[in-house]
């Protein structure tokens, strides 16, 4: 379904495969419980991108939480808050979720999306 942010992220089974062929190409570290809780999370979520940073994009790291980036007009709180509650109810990792607007950045939040080493995962 297409938003004014993009499209409604659908089909977790999808969204679990994309993951699993990024871990398999070593570019994301999750395993299969984080895998499918946040496919079964981000599932129905309307965002023009979703992307990990952080230590789950660096394959020299070791645990560290998951940190989610969304790129929508669809309210932060909420949003935030819709995904971390999703993603408790299938596993029990840390999860941090950040939802930006990307039509209306501050220069702070330009700085912090420049700064990030992303990858999109939907």
Do not use: K, N, Y
Not at 6 to 20: D, P
Request: net charge neutral; aromatic share 4%.
């Amino acid at each position: 379904m297409a938003t004014a942010s993009g499209t409604s992220i659908q089909a977790s089974s999808g969204l679990a495969e994309s993951l699993r062929a990024l871990r398999a190409a070593r570019v994301v570290r999750l395993d299969d419980a984080e895998v499918s809780a946040l496919a079964a999370a981000l599932d129905g979520v309307s965002a023009s991108s979703v992307e990990l940073f952080g230590s789950r994009v660096d394959g020299t790291a070791r645990g560290g939480d998951i940190d989610v980036l969304i790129l929508s007009d669809a309210p932060r709180l909420a949003t935030a808050r819709r995904v971390t509650t999703r993603f408790f109810m299938h596993c029990e990792e840390r999860i941090d979720v950040v939802v930006l607007d990307p039509s209306r950045l501050s220069v702070a939040e330009e700085a912090f999306l420049q700064s990030l080493r992303r990858v999109r995962i939907a």
